[in-house]
């Protein structure tokens, strides 16, 4: 079923190819998508963490590509719009086990387990205690250190939030997230934090790399790592059986269920923390020929940022988000060589920071570069080129936009699912939070290999990208030349 999708797929972009009329869709190819991806998820860019070298070459690859375009800046430093925000470079990353067997086992980087993206330095090299969740809220009637002495231990904590509530009904608020987990884990006296998946999750979550952290001071002297359910079931001796064991006990009493494993664990990091690197958005303007509409201004825009890199393993993100990016720079190319003199101001932007939590795209809604009397739409390009066939996010609330983009896609490659949701979602969350309407563009299914070393060129799937990126255009066009006006009563 997957194969015959696919070469539908293939079939429906061989066709579309063939008679492309329009040379702005003509433009967007298969090959020059693939290829930005490549040059984008390349070793040299090291996963793109902003406050890099290898973020900032890919900045560079970026403007480049809009100057030879015949775009105008439009930050506020030339292309790049500046702004600052947490660093974490990781320079070694090692976590070895020795089973409740007492026998040693090497795990492997990127595999078995990663860094979190804001651990501490340290050695760690100790007896391992499970604690539950990790949560220490005892003023909210839940501490999973509660008569625990870990002081000079290794926690093991699973990672996810509990799927029940506190006691006090309130939600688990950010406490759940590694940042506060460290600090609890720190202030107990442990010497390192270990996070696992829900063992008994109908499909464990891999061991990914993620720099979203949660609130509140960096935990500079506690390495932080998580690691597949398999590799820290060798801690217990009874397995993954027991490791499950031991989580369900705290779920079905709803209270904490800590105790030291036969194993122990040797976690050491070498890190660098800057709590404020200088990096940007880049952003790249079309100005508007309409007197009446060059006020208002679309805005297309994808994460440029991925993970980065631990030690010698890098995290390529190719689908997540070189294909956005990718995407982008093949929208302004379409615009600039389809002829296209749009009424309104087109805005690419290139954002900083979305895996620490939509950073750049933040910055960008806050500190417009140019102010515009409107923006019309916001379309987002975020994990596009892995799967068989497209989602459209913002339909629940912009059901014009959706609508749009629908029709336009029915008209051609016919990929588009039915199912959306309201507007929003990663970088469109803060367009969608002021007022924007927001479409978001997703290949699926696209988060196969999300946050994992896997996530490579070779996963995708390149026609589709070519055909999402072309309905992106369609929709672009449309709503560049006016002829989208707005959610219905939104304005006359
Ligand atoms: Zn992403």
């Known amino acids: 079923m997957r194969a015959l999708a696919l070469l539908l797929v293939a079939l429906a972009a061989g066709a579309a190819l063939a008679h492309e009329a329009d040379p702005g869709a003509a433009s967007i190819t298969p090959e020059n998508l693939l290829a930005d991806v490549r040059a984008l998820a390349a070793p040299e860019l090291g996963g793109r963490l902003p406050g890099t070298a290898g973020y900032e070459a890919a900045m560079r690859f970026c403007t ?15 292309w790049s719009q500046r702004l600052t925000m947490e660093l974490n470079e990781i320079r070694s990353c090692e976590l070895a086990l020795t089973g409740a067997d007492g026998v040693a086992a090497p795990l492997a980087l990127g595999v078995d387990y990663a860094c ?6 340290g050695v760690a090299d100790a007896p391992v205690v499970f604690v539950g969740y990790g949560l220490s809220l005892p003023e909210r009637g839940h501490d999973d250190y509660a008569g625990l002495d870990v002081r000079g ?60 952290h949660g609130p509140g001071e960096q935990v500079g002297d506690l390495p932080q790592a998580e690691l597949t359910a398999a590799a820290a079931a060798r801690l217990c001796a009874g397995g993954l059986a027991e490791l499950a064991g031991l989580v369900a006990a705290v779920d079905e009493a ?10 122990r664990a040797r976690l050491a990091v070498d890190a660098a923390y800057d709590p404020a690197a200088p990096t940007a958005n880049v952003v790249g303007v079309l100005p508007g020929t309409d007197p009446e509409l060059r006020d208002e201004c679309l805005v297309i825009g994808g994460h440029l940022d991925h993970v980065g890199r631990q030690g010698e393993v890098y995290w390529p993100g190719a689908n997540d988000n070189a294909s956005g990016a990718a995407a982008v720079l093949a929208l302004a190319r379409a615009f600039a060589e389809g002829g296209v003199l749009p009424r309104r101001t087109v805005v690419f932007v290139l954002f900083a920071g979305e895996e620490q939590g939509l950073n750049g795209a933040r910055w960008f809604v806050a500190h417009p570069a140019r102010p515009f009397e409107r923006t019309v739409a916001m379309l987002n390009l975020d994990c596009v080129a892995h799967g068989d066939s497209i989602q459209l996010g913002g339909g629940g609330s912009q059901p014009a936009l ?27 969350e803060p ?13 699926t299914p696209s988060y196969t290999h999300l946050h994992q070393a896997s996530d490579t060129p070779e996963t995708l799937n390149p026609l589709l990208h070519a055909e999402l990126t072309r309905l992106a255009y369609r929709t672009a066009v449309e709503i560049a030349q006016g002829r989208y006006v707005g959610e219905a009563g939104e304005r006359p």
Do not use: C, M, N
Request: zero cysteines.
């Open 64 to 78: 480049e590509r809009f100057a030879s375009l015949g775009l105008t800046p439009g930050g506020d430093d030339g």
């Open 116 to 121: 979190r993206g804001f651990t501490g330095s």
């Open 153 to 212: 231990k290794v926690v093991l904590a699973v990672k996810p939030a509990p799927k029940w509530e506190p006691a006090d009904g309130q939600g688990w608020g950010d406490a759940h997230l590694p940042r506060p987990k460290a600090r609890a884990a720190r202030d107990h006296g442990a010497v390192g934090l270990l996070l696992v998946p829900h063992p008994a999750a109908t499909r464990p979550q891999p061991a990914i790399a993620s720099v979203l």
């Open 254 to 263: 709803k209270a904490p269920a800590s105790r030291e494993l036969p194993g």
């Open 402 to 428: 959706w609508g749009l983009a629908r029709g336009l896609d029915a008209a051609h490659a016919r990929l588009s699912t039915a199912r959306t949701w309201p507007g929003g979602g990663a970088d469109a």
């Open 431 to 443: 367009f969608h939070e002021a007022g924007v309407p927001t479409l978001y563009f997703a290949s």
